[in-house]
């Protein structure tokens, strides 16, 4: 009875409360494990010291790429292929370097809307050509009013309160108006800047809007299989195979577990993490507890007082981990800096989180990374990326839609 009150107050220390926030996953049988004290059920094969399958014993498995370090690839639409034009960017780059991000952006883009089943027509009789969607320029449409065109492109602010679309060839101005009269709000979230599919027709010199939509996603799989040989993710590709990675997953399905908001200057998060970590030490660790910031409840401020109770803050977390050994020596650790904590304020990518505050908390641990925001973390086949930001609001807010 005392053991089943004691996961009670685990769930409802991690779960219930609102910080820290926890997802666990795909640890559904901890209570057994912790009630039981043996290992979880969902484990087929615990990693051994020597084994291929344990997840710190290659760089291969688990590596985290920090935002500068994203390989980068242009695609040519020429060619045909992704390129790498350049080694690495400049802080202070170029005008022209503006102009050439949204033309990458596009022909990278509309590569992939191209692949679409939808737009590729299987035989080039005119029966088969209505099956599929045929993607007009903004020059094509000149001299053709009245004309229903499929068009690929960005959309502007050119002249003050009125939206254009953009590409390659040109621009026109939008009219909205047809489509605010058949729906209250459109399908979507449209910002400044974002590619968009829109059907309508010309009059005036002005593209009456009737749709409007966002290109349409492709699977890693689908990716994978028209660019093979491009490593587009980033990391160092791994030298087993995919059938042995898979195996490896299957072998150590033991969780990554993410935290958010992890407020270090308040004792009943430090409590819930302790509680947290004492419910894994009756199991088989996980492969990496993934902290995201803020890291304390207050903006962090250069130069106030709070520098050193920041640090003590880390050190006390590394002091934590330390009391549970197979923890600290089995899995991986990321820190992803939020946007109160040290030094990035206002600017993305923002930085790992210095040395000085982190040294005491890297030294207690075997398997520890302090990386950027956002950043890429790859385990194994599962490619993951990590964003510490309210994009949700930031999109509303800048909104030319009503959504």
Known sequence: ???????????????????????????KDLVAAVISGTSSGLVTAAAMPGDP????????????????????????????????????????????????LFRQRYDLLKQRVMRNEKFMPVSFSDQEKDRFYKLSTVDSLQGREGERFLIFGMLSQ????????????????????????????????????????????????????EEIGLPPPESKETTKSAFPNVNLFGGQPSLR????????EVANDNGIIVMSDVWLDKQETMDALSTLFEGFSHSTPPIAF?????????????????????????????????GFPEIARQSQFVFVPGNNDPWGQGALPKPPISEYFTKRLASRLA??????????IKYCTHEIVVFREDLLKRIRRNSVLPP
């Open 367 to 376: 398997n520890v990374s302090f990386t950027t925001n956002p950043c890429r």
């Open 158 to 209: 050119l002249e003050e309160g009125k939206l254009f679309l953009e590409d390659k060839a040109g621009s026109i101005q939008l009219d909205f108006s047809e489509l605010s009269s058949r729906q209250a709000a459109v399908n979507g979230l449209y910002t400044e800047s974002c590619f968009v599919l829109i059907d309508g027709y010309v009059e005036d010199g002005v593209l009456k809007v």
């Open 1 to 27: 009875m005392q053991q089943n009150r004691r996961f009670s107050n685990f769930r409802r220390i991690i779960f219930d409360k609102g910080r820290p926030l926890v997802e666990l996953a795909p640890l």
């Open 241 to 248: 195979t995919e059938v042995q990675l898979r195996a490896i």
């Open 290 to 322: 993934i902290f995201i910031g803020d890291f304390a409840s207050k903006p962090f401020v250069p130069g106030s007082g709070e520098t050193a109770q920041y640090r003590e803050n880390m050190t006390a977390l590394g002091q934590l981990i330390a």
């Open 53 to 100: 399958a344990k997840p710190s014993s290659g760089s291969d498995l688990f590596t985290v790429i920090d935002a500068f370090d994203v390989p980068a690839w242009w695609y040519d639409p020429g060619k045909k292929i992704f390129t790498q034009p350049f080694d690495g960017g400049d802080i202070l780059s170029s005008a022209e370097s503006k102009a050439a």
